[in-house]
Nanobody
């Protein structure tokens, strides 16, 4: 059974940084693309970023380009999301996902983890 455990969220001031981590188990981690999504209160969950199995190819939603960096450590079965210059509109619960890079985007497999809350506020 695949398990995804997100961590690293918290309260940060605008302009600050956070690094999210997602530890995956129950799958051959290096065989899957990985991604991050977020869901703000009262809104639908949205795609944030993804990267290929090797980590060589990355993709970002327009509003986070230049501020967020996705990376992975296949030896640790972990994917990261470095978030810099955070804005109040980045406030959301962040979820990681495993799947595949497909034409036009990222195809997610399996269930969601519990997510990690990020609050950007002065």
């Amino acid at each position: 059974q695949v398990e995804l455990v997100e961590s690293g969220g918290g309260l940060v001031q605008p302009g600050g940084s956070l690094r999210l981590s997602c530890a995956a188990s129950g799958l051959t981690f290096s065989s899957y693309a990985m991604g991050w999504y977020r869901q703000a209160a009262g809104k639908e969950r949205e795609f944030v970023s993804s990267l290929s199995m090797s980590g060589a190819n990355t993709y970002y939603e327009d509003s986070v380009k230049g501020r967020f960096t996705i990376s992975r450590d296949n030896a640790k079965n972990t994917v990261y999301l470095q978030m810099d210059n955070l804005k109040p509109e980045d406030t959301a619960v962040y979820f990681c996902a495993y799947g595949a890079i497909v034409p036009g985007g990222f195809k997610r497999f399996g269930s969601w983890g519990q997510g990690t809350q990020v609050i950007v506020s002065a």
